[in-house]
């Protein structure tokens, strides 16, 4: 059972640039499609980006195209999320998340395991 856990979250203001960190227990990317999810206060979760095991792209939610980047380094079984001009609406508790499904899985149910999660607030 791998296990992830994200680091990186805290207070940033409104145009900040902060990145993400989710570190696996194991090596992940060959055996997992590797996602980060948000959910906002008040708000069901919702997909941002993955890095797709079969090919190994990335896709993003449509909303963060050009905004948000995610990344791998397979050295340190560790995936990230690059944030840039950030806004109040990204608040959220952000997640990485695993799943062992081939394509581009983007619905929280196709993931089987996890992290704890990261605040993100942004400061207008």
């Known amino acids: 059972q791998v296990q992830l856990v994200e680091s990186g979250g805290g207070l940033v203001q409104a145009g900040g640039s902060p990145r993400l960190s989710c570190a696996a227990s194991?090596?992940?990317?060959?055996?997992?499609?590797m996602a980060w999810f948000r959910q906002a206060p008040g708000k069901e979760r919702e997909f941002v980006a993955a890095?797709?095991?079969?090919?190994?792209?990335?896709y993003y939610a449509d909303s963060e195209k050009g905004r948000f980047t995610i990344s791998a380094d397979n050295a340190k079984n560790t995936v990230y999320l690059q944030m840039n001009s950030l806004k109040p609406e990204d608040t959220a508790v952000y997640y990485c998340a695993a799943s062992p499904r081939f394509g581009y899985p983007q619905y929280g149910r196709e993931y089987d395991y996890w992290g704890q999660g990261t605040q993100v607030t942004v400061s207008s």
């Open positions: 194991e090596r992940t990317f060959s055996r997992y499609t």
């Open positions: 890095i797709s095991r079969s090919v190994g792209s990335m």
